[in-house]
Nanobody, 121 residues
């Protein structure tokens, strides 16, 4: 069992930046592909980015150029750097761990509890 704990969410003004972190419990972190997903109220959880065990990256078109996923295997942590944030409805960001480098939520095995991000105008 892998436990994931997100942190770094909060309130930020439009145009600002936030860095989310997701720290895992197990030393097997480097064996997992990691993903970030976003869920706004009343919406389905949607993919935003993933990073493979080898550092391969994939992100949704809506965030390319502004947001970056990275990982530090020594710290069992994956990061989600968000820049030039736009005003929108609050959303909860979840990190996930899985054995496949994919964009579908159902393919991930472990999930964190989420951290909320609110971007004010």
């Amino acid at each position: 069992q892998v436990q994931l704990v997100e942190s770094g969410g909060g309130l930020v003004q439009a145009g600002g930046s936030l860095r989310l972190s997701c720290t895992t419990s197990g030393r097997s972190f480097s064996s997992y592909a990691m993903g970030w997903f976003r869920q706004a109220p009343g919406k389905e959880r949607s993919f935003v980015a993933a990073i493979s065990t080898r550092g391969g990256l994939y992100s949704a078109d809506s965030v390319k150029g502004r947001f970056t996923i990275s990982r530090d295997n020594a710290k069992y942590t994956v990061f989600w750097q968000m820049n030039s944030l736009k005003h929108e409805a609050p959303a909860v960001y979840y990190c996930a761990a899985g054995l496949q480098f994919i964009t579908t939520a159902g393919g991930y095995l472990y999930w964190g509890q989420g951290t909320q991000v609110t971007v004010s105008s």
